[in-house]
């Protein structure tokens, strides 16, 4: 071997940029012969900061830091004089070499150079290192390893005989390693750095280490040397750090399980090692897919997993999470039995280790997730802590999902807001402050390192609270207390205060200071409150608000008897104002009828928005004739257009209901009930009417609780029954469908038409039981009909415009059997896309993915635009019956008509007219080519048993 030049001190460091401050931090010292040079001895070569650094010049070795921290060097060298602690001048070699990049910073090996018998001990000492591995190798065979090598890997001398020294990389690092061999042996001298390298262990699986590969004379011979440092817990502590971390922030950021299931998902799938994830929902005992995110290809299309421990298949990790609650993991797809029914397709899709891990909901093994990972034993026993915090998180947001929900507004109002933190040595001078520091008490971070926390003392407490509060801190306790604190401008602000003592074999070495600044929760609770209350669109009290305002004021005149009264004030025909203007110019609307209000009425009068279009006024009087003069200006008030901020100008007409009292135990609640009650009737009435609350209006009142109670006893009773209206193709007139008409079949007064409780269930909680008993009746029709024809006929069924608001419509449909859906149409009315038409499209569009046929019905008398029509996932056009009445009375009508069959037959639509009275509207129709017509002139709406006579009756006679 050539002479060699082997570092007397071998130094490991972190050195990291913050600005133009350097960070340095030592790791650890590998070889320390600097005592026997030097004369300092090896405590205080542990013991200084500065020893080691002192061989070069500051200003040399801080630039070449940071030369190497922005990444113009890899290293460095110099030759340096270095003062021993006798005073004596030894000259030295120093050399700096990156063996590791992180973020702002790097990994540095640095050697300082004196004599050959020096370096070979020092030498010595390096091999003998486990943490840093040796491997010297020529033509891609292995010729030496070290201690370090074989602690890494697990491989012995004999395990590397013959050994490829390429077969322990990845393709990446192979052809560098053997183009590398080729140059040197033409006689070049090359090296190359390796920041995050995986290199194969006896075992099997690979780990991560940050290598060095230089060229050294090795027994004649240029060969290879590399230098390994186990980084393999540093990344996978990184990565599922990172995960977890990842984890917390979705829960903080997601409304629903399903977006945060979603969320979660893609999240997983976007990171390096993670090629799929996927979250399975136990139904029965099958575990079957519910959201999936990366590298599928079709692995889980047809996915379901029994947990059923007898069924082949059922030790997957999957089947085996669930059955046992514990989380699964699969370290080895290529030898592990348990998943190998799978193998074949993990493999084809390089899933190579896998993990299950099962989440509880609503006290039961519900869900799991599902990662797949593109590295053999990435998912291993050492990560089991790691995976159980990730479980016990989504665990946690399930288990409190509906008050994560309730916090999110509050969460979005603290989200910016940061902890105070801040670290003192034993004697409380300050070493270190975070941002919060800076931002709650207005010092900066350099006026107060080096101080003690006296200068934040607000002055308010003695010696005696101080004495006391660090006795306890060094008897090692922890304080938890609020401590009043005066801010850099002298303002006092509160401290929620945790101080920590770190105490080390029973000494206190340091205080850690955890606090939040509470001053500002007690505005934010102020500020909570003011939402509570208050409408957030108008400024005007909301309905809870208004409430509580009017009984403070009712408790205030307690010992008086004034007249009071409740005027509750709501837009006449506002859903079609919010047609005609858009939502944006009504909202503005809103606001000044608000204020409108508020210069009407007197100041102590309480004026609030009870409702979306509804507002509510408290009057306190002397007599019945203030009450009409306050009325009169509300009309007075709206008899000229309001003047909004967009300069449009609207007519607004309105409804008023009117509940005095006089007495101050009166229920508010109830009040205010009681004056919409009257105002419901007066809608009824027409537009710019008002009702009074007395024992006559009950008697309207009492007949619509009365069909409340018939409405309800039908849902009890199953009493409700479909009417079916047949529907023809126009040019055969044979029966190709029918449109189901819900009726109440009475047992005293026999059948009962929709006109006396349609109105009251879609405007009632009743509407989600009524819908989905309808959806029932549906699929009992279909099979009765079939059972008769051994056929299916096609059935529409209108639904509520709320049903699609609030997406219920999604939840009947999905319990129609799957070969029935087709045979089922939903009809919606075209008004339903006034609002929050991309909601309405999204419903429809899932309707129509399930299977069923979208109808629109009364085309053209509603919501009459272009611009969504081509966008709805629509089937069928219905044209309204009034067009169909007057087409055979006014061209107008019936170009309208031909115009909409025209332009469903470019959309490729069928249309349906319904209202068909004649034979010459019928002729019409079918000159102008309506696919199918319904009406009296055909068939009136048949109960099921004339329908099936009806049918038997159509087919007999073809």
């Known amino acids: 071997m050539d002479k060699i030049y082997k570092p007397y001190c071998q130094v490991l460091k972190e050195v990291f940029l913050y600005g133009d401050l350097l960070k340095i931090k030592r790791i650890n010292i590998f070889c320390h012969d600097l005592d026997e040079i030097a004369n300092f001895n090896i405590n205080e070569i542990y013991k200084s900061d500065s020893i080691v650094e002192s061989v070069i010049d500051k200003d040399i070795l801080f630039n070449n830091y940071k030369r190497m921290i922005t990444g113009q060097i890899d290293n460095f060298s110099d030759i340096v004089r270095f003062q021993a602690k006798d005073n004596k001048i030894i000259d030295l070699s120093f050399y700096s070499s990156v063996i590791e990049r992180k973020e702002n910073g790097v990994v540095v090996l640095e050697f300082i150079e004196e004599s050959e018998q020096i370096y070979k001990e020092i030498f010595n000492g390096l091999i003998k290192n486990k943490f840093v591995g040796v491997v010297v190798y020529y033509d891609d065979k292995i010729e030496f390893i070290d201690e370090g090598f074989k602690y890494i890997t697990n491989f012995n001398e004999d395990d590397v005989k013959g050994m490829n020294f390429s ?53 004649g011979q240029l060969a290879g040397c590399m230098t390994l440092v186990d980084v393999t817990e540093e990344k996978y502590l990184k990565d599922f750090y990172q995960i977890l971390n990842g984890i917390n922030k979705l829960i903080f950021t997601s409304k629903t399980i399903e977006e945060f299931f979603q969320s979660v998902c893609q999240y997983l799938a976007s990171l390096q090692n993670i090629r799929l994830a996927w979250i399975g929902e136990l139904s029965g005992n099958k575990i079957k897919p519910i ?116 916090k999110e507004f509050l969460y979005r109002a603290i989200e910016n807001t940061h902890d105070w933190v801040m670290i003192t040595d034993k004697n409380g001078v300050i070493e270190y402050v975070n941002n919060a520091v800076e931002k709650i008490s207005g010092y900066k971070k350099e006026e107060v390192l080096g101080k003690t926390p006296s200068i934040f003392k607000s002055g308010l407490y003695g010696k005696k609270f101080y004495k006391k509060f ?119 609307l809103l606001i000044k009828l608000g204020e409108k209000l508020k210069e009407t009425f007197f100041s102590n009068d309480i004026i609030g928005r009870t409702g979306s279009d509804e507002f509510a006024v408290f009057l306190m009087m002397n007599d019945s004739n203030e009450l009409s003069i306050m009325l009169k200006k509300v009309y007075d008030l709206l008899e000229k257009p309001l003047k909004i901020d967009s300069g449009e100008k609207i007519k607004v007409n309105v409804n008023i209901g009117i509940k005095t009292f006089e007495f101050v135990n009166e229920d508010i609640t109830d009040v205010l009930y009681k004056a919409e009650l009257a105002l419901n009737i007066a809608k009824k009435d027409g537009e710019n009417r008002f009702r009074f609350y007395n024992e006559e209006l009950n008697k309207e009142i009492t007949e619509y609780f009365d069909n409340m109670k018939m409405i309800i006893k039908a849902l009890e009773e ?90 219920d419509i999604l939840l009947y449909a999905k319990n129609i059997p799957q070969e029935l859906i087709r045979f089922v149409n939903i009809e919606v009315t075209e008004r339903v896309f006034a609002e929050n038409t991309e909601d309405i499209i999204y ?88 696919d199918f017509v319904q009406g009296y002139y055909f068939a009136k709406p048949l109960s099921l048993d004339d329908v099936l006579s009806y049918i038997k009756e159509k087919k007999h006679i073809s």
């Open 167 to 219: 077969s322990l990389f990845h393709d990446y690092v192979v052809d560098t390693i053997k183009h590398f061999d080729s140059l040197r042996k033409s006689g070049k001298f090359l090296e190359k750095h390796y920041n995050l390298m995986p290199i194969k262990t006896k075992s099997g699986y690979f780990k991560y280490v940050a290598a060095h590969d230089i060229t050294i004379r090795f027994k």
């Open 291 to 406: 959201v999936v995110a990366g590298y599928d290809e079709g692995y889980t299309k047809y996915l379901e997993i029994s947990i059923a421990s007898e069924v082949k298949g059922a030790s997957v990790p999957a089947a085996t999470a669930i059955r046992s609650g514990e989380i699964s993991i699969n370290p080895n797809t290529e030898k592990n039995p348990n998943v190998e029914i799978w193998r074949d397709e993990m493999l084809e899709r390089r899933f190579y280790s896998s993990c299950a891990i099962p989440i509880m909901f609503e006290d039961e093994y519900k869900y799991v997730l599902n990662l797949y990972s593109g590295e053999p034993y990435y998912f291993n026993k050492n990560l089991m802590s790691i995976l159980k915090s990730i479980q016990r998180d989504i665990t946690f947001f399930l288990k409190n999902i509906k008050e994560l929900e309730f």
């Open 470 to 588: 660090w006795d306890s801190l060094l008897k090692g306790e922890v304080y938890k207390g609020i401590v009043i604190n005066k801010r850099k401008n002298g303002e006092l602000f509160q401290l929620d205060h945790t101080i920590i003592p770190i105490v080390e074999n029973g000494e206190v070495k340091k205080f850690v200071s955890i606090a939040k600044d509470i001053s500002k929760e007690l505005a934010l609770e102020q500020e909570i409150l003011r939402f509570k209350f208050q409408d957030l669109r108008t400024g005007l009290l909301n309905r809870q608000g208004f409430i509580k305002e009017v009984r403070k004021e009712i408790d205030k005149y307690r010992n008086i008897k004034p007249l009071k009264a409740i005027i509750v004030i709501d837009i006449f025909g506002f859903s079609h104002l919010n047609e005609i203007y858009g939502a944006s110019i009504c909202d503005n």
């Open 718 to 807: 199953k009493r409700f029954v479909f009417y079916l209206q047949p529907i023809y193709d126009t040019t055969t007139l044979n029966v190709t469908g029918f449109e189901a008409l819900v009726r109440i079949n009475h047992p005293e007064k026999g059948i009962i038409l929709p006109v006396k409780f349609i109105d009251i269930v879609e405007k009632s909680a009743l509407l989600k039981d009524f819908e989905k008993y309808l959806f029932e009746m549906i699929v009992d029709y279909l099979k009765k009909m079939y059972s008769v024809f051994n056929c299916y006929y096609n059935i529409a069924i209108n639904v509520s415009v709320n049903s699609f608001k609030t997406k």
């Open 843 to 930: 419903v429809l569009n899932e309707l129509k993915s399930l299977g069923f046929t979208i109808e629109i019905d009364d085309f053209g008398t509603g919501y009459s635009s272009l611009s969504y029509i081509e966008k709805i996932p629509t089937d069928i056009i219905k044209i309204d019956m009034s067009f169909v009445r007057k087409i055979n009375q006014c061209s107008k009508t019936k170009a309208v008509v031909k115009t909409i069959i025209e332009l469903a037959k470019g959309l490729g639509l069928k249309t349906i007219a319904e209202g068909v009275e004649t034979a010459e509207q019928y002729n019409i129709l079918k000159a102008l080519g309506c």
